[in-house]
C-alpha cells in the first residue's frame, strides 16, 4: 500500500496516483491538509472508485510524522505487506517489472528497502505555459543535493507493522525506538518532481513553512530547507530570482548533459503522457452516413473536456474509423434494438478502462464544445450519480430548430443528454434487460431506473447536445415543415402501454 499526504497539489497528484495504481500498489491511503485547488475533489473520485481511503486534516501544521504514521498503521490493519510512504510530488520506479513485482522478490528477511532520488530540473518560469508538469520537465539531475550540498538522503519502504512509527520527511521508520534495518538497492528508485511552476514553488513555501512554524511538536530543523528559502527570498522579494537560478542556462544545460550531469529523462513524459480521460463518449453506429459520424466523432474531439470515443459498430462496420483518434468496438451482427446493446458494450469497455463516467452520444447527433465540462462539474460539485442536460433540436440538414420543449428531468431526458457517473454504472446493464418494446422508449425508461434506485441526480438548464431530428412528430411539436426523407412518428404509445401492463409505473 502506499501513503500519502498532501496540500494543494492539483496539478501533479491524478497523475501520481494513477501511475502507483498501474504500479501495483493495492490500495492508497490519503490525508488531505485542508487543500483548496481542487486536490481534495481529486482524491474524492479515487475514494469513490474504491481505490483510496481518504483522511482529512484541516488544521494547517504539517504534523507529517503524526499523520503518516497513523495511515501507515492502517495499512497495516488493513494487510498490506509493503508499504511505501509519499509525497505527491515523488514517483516510486521500479527498474524492472512493477513495484509490486520488485517488492515480492525482496527477501523475507528484509524489513526496509532504502530508495535514492533525483529531481528534474524545474521549467523556464511562464506562467502562460498551461501544459503538464511531465511535457515540460524531461531534464533530470544525475545526483541532487540538499541545501547543504549532500546528495539527498533516500526514502524508505518498510514492511508493514501495527506499531511502526515514522520520522518527520518520511526518511526513516521504527518500531518501539529501534529503526528498522534496510538494504540500500531493490531496483527501485524515484523520480522526483518537486518544483513544476514558479506559482507552485511560492504556494510550496509559504504554505509549509507557515504551517511548520505553527506546528509546536516539530523542532527548527525540520524542514530547513523551505525555512532558509522563506527567509532569504520569499520574504526578501527574490524568490523569482532563486527560482531562475535553479536552472541553469541553455549553454551550461548543453554543457552539463555532455558530461552527464544532466540526463534527458522521458519516462515520466511516456508512463504520463497518454492519460485516459475521466470521460467516455459511446456512440453506436448502425448506417448513419460517414460525414454524420465524422461530424459526431469531431464534436467529441473538440471537447473543452478530454474524453475517450468509444465507437461501436451495430453489424455494420467503418473501416475508415479505424483511422480515427477513438475506440472501435465491431459487433459481428446487429442486435436490432436501436442500439441499446451497442451502448452497454461500449459503456462496459470504457469501465474496464478505468473511466469515470459514461456519456451516450448518438451517430447523427453532436456536443457543444463545453457539454461534458458543465455536466461533470456539475457531478463533481455536487457529488451527483447522474447528470442531464436539455438538448437543442436541429433539422436534417442541421440547421437549428430551438430548444426542446419536451425534457423535464422527471419524465424525459434523452438520452445524448446523459452522463453517468461510478455510483450509477450498476444501472446501465438496463440498456439490454429492458423488454423487446422497451428500446423505442429506452431513455424513459433508464430515467426510471435512475429515479427508482435513489440516486442523487443533477440537471442542467442548458441546451448543449445538437439532436438531428429523423422523425415527424419532432417537426410538429416545433410548428415546423416536415422535409423530405423525415421518417415517420414511431408508435411510442403501445410501446407504453405494453410497459404499464407489465405491472410498471406510468412513464
Known amino acids: 500500500m502506499l501513503t500519502l499526504l498532501c496540500r494543494d497539489e ?9 501511475f502507483h ?9 490519503a490525508t488531505d491538509n485542508g487543500s483548496v485547488d481542487g486536490s481534495l475533489e481529486i482524491l474524492k473520485r479515487f475514494e469513490r472508485r474504491g481505490q483510496l481511503t481518504l483522511l482529512q486534516e484541516p488544521e494547517h ?3 507529517q510524522a503524526v499523520w503518516v504514521t497513523r495511515m501507515a498503521r492502517m495499512a497495516a490493519a488493513m494487510g498490506a505487506d509493503w508499504v511505501i510512504n509519499s509525497d505527491a510530488d515523488e514517483f516510486w520506479w521500479p527498474e524492472q517489472g512493477s513495484l509490486k513485482s520488485s517488492l515480492t522478490q525482496v527477501p523475507e ?3 526496509g528497502v532504502l530508495v535514492e532520488r533525483t529531481n528534474f530540473l524545474p521549467p523556464v518560469r511562464n506562467i502562460a505555459d498551461k501544459t503538464p508538469f511531465y511535457q515540460r520537465q524531461t531534464l533530470r539531475e ?34 518501539d525506538g529501534t529503526p528498522i534495518s534496510a538494504i540500500e538497492n531493490a ?3 524515484i523520480l522526483h518532481v518537486p518544483i513544476r511552476s514558479y506559482a507552485q514553488l511560492e504556494r510550496k513555501i509559504r504554505q509549509g513553512t507557515e504551517a511548520l512554524q505553527r506546528n509546536k511538536r516539530v523542532s527548527a530543523g525540520i524542514g530547513d530547507s523551505w525555512r532558509k528559502i522563506y527567509a532569504n527570498h520569499l520574504s526578501q522579494g527574490t ?7 535553479l536552472r541553469p542556462k541553455p549553454a551550461a544545460l548543453a554543457a552539463q548533459l555532455v558530461r552527464g550531469e544532466l540526463i534527458d529523462d522521458r519516462r515520466l513524459l511516456k508512463a504520463l503522457g497518454n492519460p485516459l480521460p475521466r470521460v467516455a463518449v459511446i456512440t453506436p453506429y448502425y448506417k448513419e452516413p460517414l460525414a454524420q459520424l465524422r461530424q459526431c466523432h469531431d464534436s467529441v474531439l ?5 474524453c475517450l470515443h468509444v465507437l461501436v459498430a451495430d453489424g455494420h462496420r467503418r473501416r475508415r474509423i479505424n483511422h480515427w483518434r477513438a475506440e472501435h468496438v465491431r459487433l459481428p451482427r446487429s442486435h436490432g434494438d436501436i442500439g441499446s446493446t451497442p451502448r452497454l458494450i461500449g459503456s462496459y469497455h470504457a469501465i474496464g478502462l478505468g473511466v469515470d463516467a459514461v456519456a451516450f452520444l448518438d451517430g447523427d447527433n453532436w456536443y457543444r464544445p463545453d457539454h461534458i465540462a458543465s455536466l461533470l462539474a456539475e457531478m463533481d460539485q455536487h457529488q451527483a450519480d447522474f447528470v442531464s442536460s436539455s438538448r437543442t433540436l436541429c433539422r436534417l440538414d442541421g440547421t437549428v430548430m430551438g430548444p426542446c420543449p419536451l425534457t423535464d428531468p422527471e419524465r424525459f431526458i434523452d438520452t445524448n443528454a446523459m452522463l453517468f457517473g461510478r455510483g450509477s454504472f450498476h444501472l446501465l446493464h438496463q440498456w439490454v434487460l429492458m423488454p423487446p418494446y422497451g428500446h423505442l422508449i429506452g431513455d424513459r425508461i433508464m430515467l426510471h431506473h435512475l429515479k427508482n434506485a435513489g440516486l442523487k441526480r443533477q440537471h442542467l438548464n442548458q441546451v448543449s447536445v445538437f439532436y438531428r431530428c429523423a422523425k415527424a412528430g419532432l417537426y410538429r411539436q416545433m410548428k415546423e415543415p416536415i422535409p423530405e426523407g423525415v421518417q415517420p412518428r414511431p408508435d411510442y404509445e403501445t410501446s407504453f402501454r405494453q410497459w404499464e401492463s407489465d405491472g410498471q409505473p406510468p412513464l
Open 10 to 18: 492539483a496539478d501533479i497528484l491524478e497523475s501520481m496516483l494513477r
Open 21 to 29: 495504481l498501474a504500479q501495483g500498489v493495492d490500495r492508497i491511503i
Open 61 to 63: 501544521t504539517h504534523d
Open 109 to 111: 528477511s528484509i524489513k
Open 142 to 175: 544525475r545526483v541532487s543535493r540538499n541545501s547543504l550540498g549532500k546528495p539527498l538522503p533516500p526514502k524508505l519502504i518498510h514492511r508493514a507493522h501495527a506499531g511502526i512509527e515514522i520520522s518527520d520527511g518520511n526518511h526513516g521508520a521504527g518500531v
Open 187 to 189: 531496483g527501485i528508485e
Open 239 to 245: 524568490l523569482p530570482a532563486y527560482y531562475d537560478s
Open 302 to 306: 473538440a471537447q473543452s473536456e478530454p
